[in-house]
């Protein structure tokens, strides 16, 4: 597992559950009135012992003043997919209910 999947697992385990095991990597491009607001990849791990879901999606974003913002969106609905995932984590950010 290299670096970047190994922090990801580290921080769903942190966040999420006992035991999380990357499942797939899923690339996304979110387009949002014609400008792109995600162009990345969003990691899918499968997790144990969390008794609210079974999967959680991951992914890390540069701060401009250096190192990562780890995102971790839980599989619960309405995210259901690596594509909702990013939805709800755009719309949280932007306070849109």
């Not at 079974?54 to 839980?74: D, F, S």
Request: hydrophobic share 45%.
């Amino acid at each position: 597992m290299n670096g970047y999947l190994a922090e990801l697992t580290k921080v769903v385990r942190q966040r999420h559950g006992q035991e999380a095991e990357h499942i797939q990597t899923v690339l996304i491009n979110q387009i949002v009135e014609g400008d792109a607001v995600w162009d990345g990849t969003v990691e899918v791990f499968g997790l144990r012992w969390n008794s609210k879901a079974k999967l959680c999606y991951a992914w890390a974003q540069p701060k401009t003043e250096g190192g990562w913002e780890i995102t971790t969106v839980l599989g619960i609905r309405p995210v259901v997919s690596a594509h909702s995932a990013v939805k709800a984590a755009i719309a949280q950010r932007l306070n849109v209910t």
